[in-house]
């Protein structure tokens, strides 16, 4: 994984309330967002710092999300 990539989830929880997070891969590249409701979101990446490094492959997580 990539460190210091800052992610973005939008969307709406399961009962309608707005949700917009951000947070910050760790130093493995992995990130949480914790207490997370049910619901359609977005995830959005930002730009990684190193012009060495390639956007990787989208994969969905172990909740079982998918990737679109």
């Known amino acids: 994984g ?3 990539v800052t992610l973005t989830l939008t ?4 009962d309608g309330v707005p949700v917009n ?5 760790d130093a493995s590249g992995d990130y ?3 207490n997370l409701p ?3 979101y977005t995830l ?6 190193n012009p060495l490094l390639a956007d990787g492959i ?8 998918r990737v679109s």
């Open 2 to 4: 990539i460190a210091g």
């Open 11 to 14: 969307g709406t929880s399961f």
């Open 21 to 25: 997070r951000s947070t910050t891969t």
């Open 32 to 34: 949480v967002f914790a």
């Open 38 to 40: 049910q619901g359609t």
């Open 44 to 49: 959005t990446e930002g730009a990684i710092a």
């Open 58 to 65: 989208d994969t969905a997580g172990s909740e079982g999300g």
